[in-house]
């Protein structure tokens, strides 16, 4: 029983300490393809991660060789096999995630997603004081995108996230603007913005009813996190979003019991509601027809009679979501640190015309407008949809430019 035992130790131990070539998950060139302050804080957090697990393995083989009860050992070395695979789960994320970039062109699109999250999540917390954390975009499949936020507990409950993971998927490359939207969910964690908008449209939205308070109240996470990408992007978010969540009209109208967002129609129109309080007529008004003919609203459905009193009160949704003072922003509306205006596609206009041919080329535009320049070159497609093709190729081109070229090192 000793001798079985110790075999047993041996091999979750050699197991562990396997773990340690980082460079088994992915490869030294997707490895170099990070900026360095990324790489470094990555790796040394997946280091210390399996430092721990290798150290724990030790431990629990020393104590048999010193005669300590089998029985216990035993429980020591399942508790073992079971944080084996919980951290082996996170260096498989982190390895798919860095994984991404092993094409170079594709490299370098995501190097420049990485300044465009930075510069998303720092424009609203250095106005506050809080650090910025740092962020790593990655590539995966599906409709929607996500985020594995900064230093949240990881699969093994010990190990905090070392940088904000965010998910951007292949078919929206050409319009990654769900980007803002999920580092509006890191901003609204850094902040303690969500359970503040949750009270906000709990207690706004009783005078309309107690049903539509609570529902907007359960979804406060992510139209917190809508709104967040609307005032750093204007229009350009939403016709990406109503792609990812349109469906047969018995889905966008779809309660989910326990899920945080908004029925799709509710959200689109919501997002509609957002663009027309801040800049009045425009074209998000075709795309809230084109929904409205598709599904059109039966108010003797429960889910189309929260619809339509969803629709009723849109205006003093916006308001408390963009107008109304919050703590979390340290007594000021969020219009005050990213005001909606500066997105407005008339000010994106205005920007590409003072700009010229030097919009996507300038250094200087790129770091002083990123998010006004990504707002419009993402908004070019909905405009010119003939010359979709070439829009993508600028706006990837103009992403690559953000982060120069690097050569590839050993990390």
């Known amino acids: 029983m000793t001798e079985q035992l110790a ?28 900026e360095d302050y990324l790489r470094l804080r990555v790796r040394q957090r997946l280091t210390a991660t399996v430092a721990d697990l290798t150290q724990e393995a030790a431990a629990a083989a020393r104590s048999l060789a010193t005669g300590a009860n089998e029985h216990d050992v035993r429980a020591r070395m399942l508790k073992l096999r079971r944080r084996y695979l ?50 790593v975009v990655y590539l995966d499949k599906g409709l929607g995108a996500a985020i594995l936020r900064a230093d949240v507990r990881l699969w093994d409950g010990t190990s905090p996230s070392p940088v904000a993971a965010v998910k951007i998927t292949r078919h929206n490359l050409s319009h990654p603007t769900a980007l803002l939207h999920e580092t509006g969910h890191q901003v609204a964690h850094l902040t303690g ?19 539509l308070a609570a529902m907007w109240r359960d979804w406060a996470s992510e139209v917190a996190a809508d709104v967040h990408a609307f005032a750093q992007a204007g229009f350009a978010p939403l016709p990406a979003l109503a792609n990812v969540v349109d ?3 018995s889905a966008v109208f779809r309660l989910v019991p326990g899920d945080p967002h908004p029925p799709p129609w509710i959200r689109v129109m919501f997002n509609v509601a957002l663009c027309r309080s801040w800049y009045g007529p425009g074209p998000w008004d075709a795309i809230a027809e084109a929904w409205q003919h598709r599904h059109p609203v039966d108010v003797r459905t429960d889910a189309g009679a929260l619809a339509h009193r969803s629709a009723q009160a849109m205006s003093d949704i916006v308001d408390l979501c963009t107008r109304q003072p919050m703590a979390a922003f340290r007594g000021r509306p969020l219009a ?3 005001d909606p205006n500066r997105v407005s596609p008339t000010a994106l206009d205005a920007l590409a015309r003072r700009a010229g041919g030097s919009l996507l080329t300038s250094q200087y535009l790129a770091r002083r407008e990123p998010l006004a320049i990504l707002a419009w070159l993402t908004s070019r497609p909905t405009f010119e949809p003939a010359q979709a093709a070439a829009h993508r190729q600028a706006l990837q081109g103009w992403l690559a430019s953000l982060s120069p070229e690097r050569v590839p090192k050993v990390a």
């Open 193 to 211: 913005w969500t359970p503040e908008l949750k009270d906000a449209l709990g207690q706004g939205l009783k005078k309309h009813s107690t049903e």
């Open 7 to 34: 075999a047993e130790l041996a091999h979750w131990r050699a197991a562990a300490e396997a773990l340690a070539d980082l460079d088994a998950i992915a490869s030294p060139a997707a490895w170099a393809s990070l």
């Open 336 to 338: 005050a640190l990213a």
């Open 247 to 249: 469906g047969a009209t």
């Open 86 to 135: 919980q951290v082996e789960t996170i260096l498989d994320f982190y390895g798919d995630a860095v994984a991404s970039r092993t094409n170079p062109a594709l490299a370098a699109v995501l190097r420049g997603l990485d300044v465009i999250a930075g510069d998303s999540l720092d424009l609203i917390l250095r106005g506050l004081g809080i650090a910025t954390p740092p962020a």
